[in-house]
């Protein structure tokens, strides 16, 4: 018999055993309900964009690099540095980067460092500028995939940083970046590299490179927040990648490009 | 039963190299977000990294004590150049306001953008204010006659 009770009765436990059952299923199926949890720790993805028409390359980004992450300042090593090209007439391409453009560039003369610094009349040139480098922070990075230790590896918002404490100083990080952003820290004698100034970007801040830069030339976005404006920029301007052949899948996006960066 | 005695002996192995393992391998250690390719790792590395001594502090933390200055540089031409990119990195300064920050003041800093090169596809041909810094003036300070904090010609 149909009574109102009868009705309400069924109503409400339907809508009990449900509310039962939904999060029961979520148990019952762990991978879906960890899916969620790392969701939403995955909710940032760093990224950065680098424009290489407004770099003039006074080299205050590896000044500030240095200064910032303890880079022996002295020391011929740098997390990020700035390259210079100059394309002459005759179809050659210079490009340097003396002491990794530490100290700027204020030397006409491209000095690569194993011959006599090389001067290049002004009317030889066919276009020149600099390129801002760092670490890609790959989606597929091969540096992590090699260390045997684990001392190497990808934080969920996917930076890639090394254990200091971990690293056994083996080298084979080093050999398999593509990018060369690798190098021996002279003081700790591990793998160091750029980490998008992970202390500062967890704190709201951005990196010193991007903070020192006056032009902003160097940006930094969460790819994974449409409204970035440095998402929008990836996703509307025309932008490359470095090495793209190499499956790495970089996050580190340059607009004003040319073929001659390697 | 002495055919047995090996296998004793491989599984005291066995139990040993757990046992140490357990003594070397720091807790936190193990597969974690991004899989066994990527994140093969100790987790508590990442605080580590996170907790890393912050050095430059940026423009706004000097507005407070330098207001002055501040508002100076920041209505001049060189309003996008930071405090920090001539005065160092202030790490405990403001804290301590009594440990000075070492001023570059040299010639190779400012001529970082105000050496002239011709590239035209890069903004270094764009700026404003270049000098000839081989005959200009040579060993003087460029801040000897020109205020950074206000590079205006006129205003000088």
Redesign the interface.
């Known amino acids: 018999m149909v009574t109102r009770r009868n009705v309400l009765a069924k109503i409400f436990k339907s809508a009990a055993s449900l509310a039962v059952a939904l999060p029961l299923a979520q148990v019952l199926n762990p991978k879906k309900a960890h899916a969620q949890t790392v969701e939403k720790s995955k909710s940032v993805r760093w990224g950065f964009l680098i424009d290489t028409e407004k770099c003039v390359g006074c080299g205050m980004c590896v000044k500030a690099c240095k200064l910032e992450n303890e880079v022996p300042f002295e020391a011929n090593v740098s997390r990020t540095w700035v390259e210079r090209y100059v394309l002459t007439k005759d179809g050659v391409v210079h490009a340097d980067s003396p002491k990794a453009a530490r100290d700027g560039f204020t030397d006409a003369k491209i000095d690569q460092g194993e011959m006599p610094p090389l001067t290049i009349k002004d009317d030889d040139i066919n276009k020149a500028f600099f390129v801002p480098k760092l670490c890609n922070q790959c989606e597929n990075p091969p540096c992590v995939q090699v260390c045997p230790v684990g001392a190497t590896y990808q934080t969920p918002d996917g930076i890639a940083l090394v254990d200091r404490s971990w690293c056994i100083g083996c080298g084979y990080c080093i050999m398999a970046c593509p990018y060369g952003a690798r190098f021996f820290h002279p003081k700790y004698h591990v793998a160091d590299k750029c980490t998008f100034c992970y202390h500062r970007i967890s704190k709201g801040l951005k990196p010193a490179c991007v903070m020192a830069c006056p032009f902003g030339a160097r940006q930094i976005g969460n790819l994974k927040d449409p409204n970035d404006p440095v998402t929008i920029a990836i996703n509307t301007e025309r932008v490359t990648v470095l090495k793209e052949e190499f499956g790495t899948k970089p996050q580190a996006y340059y607009l004003h490009m040319s073929k001659e960066v390697k | 039963m002495h055919f047995l005695k090996p296998v004793w002996v491989f599984l005291g192995v066995v139990a040993l190299v757990l046992v140490v393992r357990s003594f070397i391998v720091?807790k936190g250690?193990g597969i974690?977000?991004?899989g066994y390719?990527?994140?093969?790792?100790?987790i508590h590395?990442?605080d580590?990294?996170?907790?890393?001594?912050?050095?430059?502090q940026?423009k706004e933390s000097c507005k407070d004590c330098h207001e002055d200055e501040y508002t100076k540089h920041a209505a001049s031409k060189?309003m996008?150049?930071?405090c920090?990119?001539c005065h160092?990195?202030s790490m405990e300064h403001p804290d301590d306001p009594n440990g000075k920050l070492p001023i570059d003041k040299s010639r190779?800093l400012c001529?970082?953008?105000h050496?002239k090169?011709?590239?035209?596809?890069?903004?270094?041909s764009k700026?404003k204010g270049y000098a000839d810094l081989a005959n200009h003036e040579p060993g003087d300070a460029c801040v000897k006659c020109h205020n950074p904090h206000n590079p205006n010609l006129e205003d000088m």
């Open positions: 720091p250690f974690h977000e991004k390719m990527y994140s093969w790792h100790n590395n990442i580590w990294w996170k907790n890393f001594k912050v050095n430059y940026g060189h996008n150049i930071e920090e990119d160092g990195p190779a001529s970082r953008c050496t090169f011709p590239y035209l596809q890069s903004g270094r700026i």
